[in-house]
């Protein structure tokens, strides 16, 4: 886990940003996950430090599940959601127009985690092993199957269950051997519990592009502008946030309270596991990785998780971060 320090972001100590008096906010709808999160911190300090409102943005944010966001981003029924590239590859080999605009996430945040005395530090050692998973989908899935991959794991050894997402109490509790699980939470809340844990980040063995902002073709052609503040705002966010992760907690929990009080340590060391896998050179914040998307791309294809190749030049675009002021 990085060490984050407490240098200032450009603009830190300074009052919030704010349109010109008078200067109506144009209303924004933008799909998050489930629920409420530390985890969405860089989007509650773009709101409450007047990142949003300095673009003349008032973004509402919606929770549910990402691949229904996704489907109404497709056709232009909301114009924003954040997602990972697998999903947008997905999408377009289903003929929906996403295009990803912005890298939030620097490292693909799945993990297999065990107990440490299970000796289980390679996928090899899954071989023989009973390995949970929430279903057969989503990030979980596309995190298995790029292991299998990447890694040569042979997949027929290993026994795959299905467990819904009960990854920590499946593991503590011997009903799985190991399961998969977001770095930032399966194996935080086992370390909190006294744990010792052992994880083999999918990122170490392939690099998939993971969440970050996603529109469409149309709100690009039609709506540049507003793709454009969108990414400078939540650009500045991010920065914000790895420089000043005490206040950018503190915000995230005014934005939800039911993490603080009593789950305050346990969402702050969330938070701070989430920090690692957000953090980047400041040249490379926000830009994709074309390498990155061909990868995955080729992977997906090869794996049978869709039935076309799909051009990868369609799936990202750096135009916008690119054109971002600089910091």
């Known amino acids: ?20 008096p008078g200067v109506a906010l144009s209303p924004v709808a933008l799909g998050l996950g489930y629920i409420p999160s530390v985890q969405f911190a860089p989007f509650y300090v773009a709101r ?8 003349g943005l008032d973004v509402q944010f919606q929770h549910g599940i990402e691949t229904d966001f996704l489907k109404l981003v497709g056709v232009n029924q909301m114009q924003f959601a954040v997602g990972s590239g697998d999903q947008v590859i997905l999408g377009r080999a289903q003929e929906l127009p996403l295009t990803y605009v912005l890298a939030w996430y620097r490292q693909f945040p799945v993990a297999v985690m065990s107990l440490a005395e299970k000796g289980l530090d390679t996928p090899q050692a899954l071989e023989g092993q009973r390995v949970g998973i929430p279903g057969m989908f989503g990030a979980s899935l596309v995190a298995w199957k790029a292991l299998v991959y990447a890694a ?13 997402f009960t ?34 980040p999918v990122s170490d063995f392939i690099d998939l592009p993971s969440n970050g902002l996603i529109t469409n073709q149309q709100t690009i052609a039609e709506n540049p502008e ?10 500045a966010a991010i920065r914000y ?32 596991a989430s920090l690692d896998l957000w953090r980047a050179a400041d040249a490379d914040i926000g830009r994709s990785d074309p390498a990155a998307w ?11 998780l869709i039935e076309a190749d799909v051009p990868v030049d369609t799936l990202f675009t750096n135009q916008f971060v690119d054109a971002a002021p600089a910091p």
């Open 48 to 55: 409450d430090k007047g990142f949003f409102a300095e673009q």
């Open 241 to 272: 946030t790895l420089a000043n992760p005490d206040e950018a907690f503190a915000i995230s929990l005014k934005a939800v309270p039911e993490a603080g009080g009593d789950n305050a340590a346990a969402n702050r060391a969330i938070f701070d």
């Open 294 to 304: 061909a990868q995955a791309a080729q992977f997906m294809r090869e794996m049978g």
């Open 167 to 200: 990854q920590a109490a499946a593991v503590s509790e011997g009903r799985v051997d190991a399961a998969l699980d977001y770095m930032a939470n399966g194996p935080v809340q086992l370390r909190l519990a006294g744990k010792d844990v052992q994880t083999i």
């Open 152 to 164: 040569g794991l042979d997949e027929s050894k290993v026994t795959l269950e299905s467990i819904g």
């Open 1 to 20: 886990m990085w060490i984050i320090g407490t240098t200032l972001a450009p603009g830190a100590g300074q009052p919030a940003p704010t349109p010109e």
């Open 226 to 235: 507003l793709v454009q503040k969108m990414s400078t705002a939540l650009l």
